[in-house]
């Protein structure tokens, strides 16, 4: 069995938490990765903004990142845009077709990467399977920022959705945004949770992580880590932060980089606050990291939070309770399928600093408590495994290429 699986705009040889990169950047590498050893070979397309060449990888056995060159049409940025996708699947087709490997089926991540799948799709005459990690639907329903392209997404995620043979969820609430949301025919959802891998992401003694990050002091660490924007809450972390400080000492530690139509103005808020209520020394902003370091900074937290509108899965959370360190989530998304409220951990209906601050303060000061709760994270996170997903999407490619019919479409992207 051989895939292809088009990650446009992430390469998930990039850091997660800044720009573009997040958590799809880990899903991709990570699924990949457990694929290709269970014998799938899987070959990653991805765009290389600027570039002249194409560059190809063996990342491992069974493993390939193939860097596909698409010319910028405005000045060279992070990132390629919506323009650049005609001639990125032009260049994912004819490398397909160079190579003579017979592809059983198209993995797209993402609206942008389900866009040139959907040319792969007609062109090859293989199955589509689709991951849209987020939905514009669902972004506005939560009162995410709209940005000049939203309409554009919107079109472009149903005709994706119609023509796709499979729709890969992370969780009930996106089933559920696939299905009402988009009308999206429920035999084509298939739930396939994340995964985190337990070499990195497992508990360990909080002394020598704090002492590697430069901490080896008893104040609490409250940790947030993600892309800095206010879909993910990070401003609200910092209001926290100053709640929980009238009644204890704390400090918080942000580990990512501003992100999307609103991270620079996102990050702006979090420097204003630390200077309003003069947390200089309570607030540490620490650069986008590689993601297997990240467990260090998990072990050495005595509580993440993870403060987003909404999340389709919640992979920070769940990579948290892995190291056993009790997570602080809101109420909302895939954040429920990972965060199982008052035993694995705690989640907030009322998205407000003082809400935030009271659930940390709970687990603060009952030691019994947040021991018990830590055990149990952790012991809730060993159900989730890549292995296990990358099986699960073996079922679903096997299903798929063995339909008669392909799903049909009244449109080519």
């Known amino acids: 069995m051989r895939l292809a699986v088009i990650s446009y705009h992430a390469s998930p040889m990039a850091v997660p938490g800044s720009g573009v990169n997040g958590g799809m950047n880990v899903y991709v590498r990570a699924l990949t990765t457990h694929l290709a050893r269970a014998g799938v070979e899987c070959d990653i397309f991805s765009a290389r903004v600027g570039a002249q060449h194409e560059k190809s990888v063996r990342l491992e056995s069974g493993l390939w990142l193939h860097s596909l060159p698409v010319q910028p049409s405005a000045p060279v940025g992070s990132a390629p845009d919506y323009t650049g996708i005609p001639e990125f699947a032009d260049r994912v087709v004819e490398h397909m077709v160079r190579s003579s490997i017979s592809y059983d089926a198209v993995h797209a991540n993402y609206w942008l990467s389900g866009v040139a799948a959907h040319r792969v799709k007609h ?55 696939l299905l009402e949301m988009y009308q999206a025919p429920e035999e084509k959802i298939v739930h396939l949770p994340l995964g985190i891998d337990r070499a990195f992401f497992a508990p360990g003694p909080s002394g020598p992580a704090r002492e590697a990050i430069g901490f080896d002091d008893t104040i609490p660490i409250i940790l947030y880590v993600g892309r800095i924007q206010s879909l993910k809450g990070t401003a609200l972390a910092v209001k926290t932060l100053v709640e929980l400080r009238k009644h204890r000492s704390a400090r918080l530690i942000i580990v990512g980089g501003p992100s999307g139509v609103d991270g620079e103005r996102e990050f702006a808020r979090v420097l204003a606050l630390v200077e309003e209520y003069g947390l200089d020394d309570a607030v540490t902003i620490v650069e986008p990291m590689s993601h297997e370091l990240l467990s260090t900074y998990y072990r050495a937290a005595d509580v993440v939070i993870v403060p987003s509108v909404s999340e389709s899965f919640g992979l920070v959370a769940l990579e948290a309770m892995g190291c056993g360190t009790p997570v602080v989530a809101t109420d909302a998304g895939g954040l429920r399928t990972v965060v199982d409220d008052g035993y694995s951990g705690i989640l907030v209906k009322d998205r407000q600093p003082s809400a935030f601050a009271q659930a940390i303060e709970s687990l603060l000061a009952n030691p019994v408590h947040y021991r018990a709760m830590s055990q149990r994270a952790s012991a809730c996170a060993e159900s989730f495994t890549w292995a296990a997903s990358a099986r699960r999407l073996i079922g679903v490619v096997e299903r798929v290429v063995q339909q008669e019919v392909l799903v049909s479409c009244m449109s080519c992207a």
């Open 123 to 177: 062109d090859l005459d293989i199955p589509m399977i689709t991951t849209f990690h987020t939905l514009e639907k669902a972004k506005r329903a939560h009162g995410a920022l709209v940005d000049d392209r939203s309409s554009l997404r919107i079109h472009q995620e149903s005709r994706i959705l119609g023509c796709s043979d499979a729709v890969l969820a992370s969780g009930d609430d996106e089933a559920r945004w």
